[in-house]
């Protein structure tokens, strides 16, 4: 099933199931509890983030090239960070580059979201896909100048800018993709395919990773996670390749579908 919420033209919110030839259907229920297709179609509407997260957990260096592009050793544990809720973007909303703390180092980063569906604690690695209610595309905007160089030794001030989480198009449900491990990612930035890997690289899988954010920590109903991005980011080329004003920036992973986001200056 793909979820998505749209905004209709009088400004009111529904969650809906997208169908093969575009249409929409509400949802009746929580996502976070019973919810079912009614069958009652939707006027089309502007496209929001599929879900307004709880909690935003992500994980750095978790692709084996990633990590060996950057010169980093392979971490023994996950390595973990968090973006504020105001990161959150919608799909063809803009990512602002920052102008008031200025960043003239803004990169992609392609992941794959994961959806928490209930409440997870000490969750074993066995059990950990029990608790998925879906994937969805992100971007894990990233100032890298903030995040190595002025962040006072941590990376969420070069993570939790405005904008810098887009997530969309649609939330698929847990049980049309048995393995997240197995998914090609992608990102497009002005029609040019700059990151090309799969999730299978990963060094620790989706499972694990519920697993260790679970352990001796409440993970609630709407948590996600990013699970790190692949090798190719723009920092990492030679010269680097950072977004800039007029930039269009597309996150795209199989079976999931394509998250497009323009890029422009912040007004100040």
Known sequence: MRIVRIQDIAGNIHQGVEHADGSVTRVEGSLFGDFSDTGEKLTTGKTLAPIEPRDIICIGLNYRKHAAEGGQPIPEFPV???????????????????????????????????????????????????????????NDVSARDWQMKYGGSQWCRGKTFATFCPLGPALVTADEI???????????????TMQDWNTDDMIFDVPTLIEFLSGSTVLAPGTVILTGTPHGVGGARKPPVFLKNGDTVTIEIDRIGKLTNPVVDEQV
């Open 80 to 138: 973990v960070f968090m973006k504020n809720s105001g990161t959150l973007q919608n799909p063809g909303d803009p990512i602002v580059l920052p102008r008031k703390l200025k960043s003239d180092a803004v990169d992609y980063e392609c992941e794959l979201a994961v959806v928490i569906g209930k409440k997870c604690h000490n969750v074993s690695r066995s059990d950990a896909l029990k608790y998925v209610l879906g994937y969805t595309c992100a």
């Open 178 to 192: 048995a393995d997240p491990n197995t998914l090609g990612i992608r990102t497009i930035l002005n029609g040019e």
